[in-house]
Antibody
Framework: EVQLVESGGGLVQPGGSLRLSCAASGFTFSDYWINWVRQAPGKGPEWVANIKQDGSEKYYVESVKGRFTISRDNAKDSLYLQMNSLRAEDTAEYYC?????????????WGQGTLVTVSA | QSALTQPASVSGSPGQSITISCTGTSSDVGGYNYVSWYQQHPGKVPKLMIYEVSNRPSGVSNRFSGSKSGNTASLTISGLQSEDEADYYCSSYTRRSTLVFGTGTKVTVL
């Protein structure tokens, strides 16, 4: 069974940092693009970043460029999101989501999310 | 990158068909056949319903279908059922190699 389990969320002050993790199981992690998607309370999803199977390509939404860094460790079947210089508008549930093998822009499995709250 | 534009709400009676539009630009929806649709029930994670404009993942009802014309993609739900009541979001690949979601549509079954 495919599983994605996020962790690392919490309450942080503006300007602070957090590192999110996503532990994958039930599939060959290194075969897939993986994404971070966030959803603010009462809002729609917003794609944040993704990373290629071998980590050689990474893309980000404009609003997080220079502040967030996506990475992966295929030996540990894990995905990470280092978030620095956090702002109130970064408050959201953060999900990791797996891209399809034929269309990495579509996500067939999502984790249950980890909540990030940025507030003083 | 601006969010793709969807109607805020669409409603229909059981058994009817409804269509949700998703309008972007030639830099996203119009430029690539990488449009997806997701269904999200309250308190749940999004579920992939359509990928690559018109393909259904295994297990998704054939009452759901997708299409695209120019810069606008569409999701049609045929034979509307009460369990179809949910929020629906489109998404598209963009020319910057990023992804963008739509503004979302609340579907109400009357």
């Amino acid at each position: 069974e495919v599983q994605l389990v996020e962790s690392g969320g919490g309450l942080v002050q503006p300007g602070g940092s957090l590192r999110l993790s996503c532990a994958a199981s039930g599939f060959t992690f290194s075969d897939y693009w993986i994404n971070w998607v966030r959803q603010a309370p009462g809002k729609g999803p917003e794609w944040v970043a993704n990373i290629k199977q071998d980590g050689s390509e990474k893309y980000y939404v404009e609003s997080v460029k220079g502040r967030f860094t996506i990475s992966r460790d295929n030996a540990k079947d894990s995905l990470y999101l280092q978030m620095n210089s956090l702002r109130a508008e970064d408050t959201a549930e953060y999900y990791c989501a797996r891209g399809l093998t034929t269309d990495y822009a579509s996500f067939d499995y999502w984790g249950q999310g980890t909540l990030v709250t940025v507030s003083a | 990158q601006s969010a793709l534009t969807q109607p805020a709400s669409v409603s229909g009676s059981p058994g009817q068909s409804i269509t949700i539009s998703c309008t972007g630009t030639s830099s996203d929806v119009g430029g690539y056949n990488y449009v997806s649709w997701y269904q999200q029930h309250p308190g749940k994670v999004p579920k992939l319903m359509i990928y690559e404009v018109s393909n259904r993942p295994s297990g998704v009802s054939n009452r759901f279908s997708g299409s695209k014309s120019g810069n606008t993609a569409s999701l049609t739900i045929s034979g509307l059922q009460s369990e179809d009541e949910a929020d629906y979001y489109c998404s598209s690949y963009t020319r910057r190699s990023t992804l963008v979601f739509g503004t979302g549509t609340k579907v109400t079954v009357l």
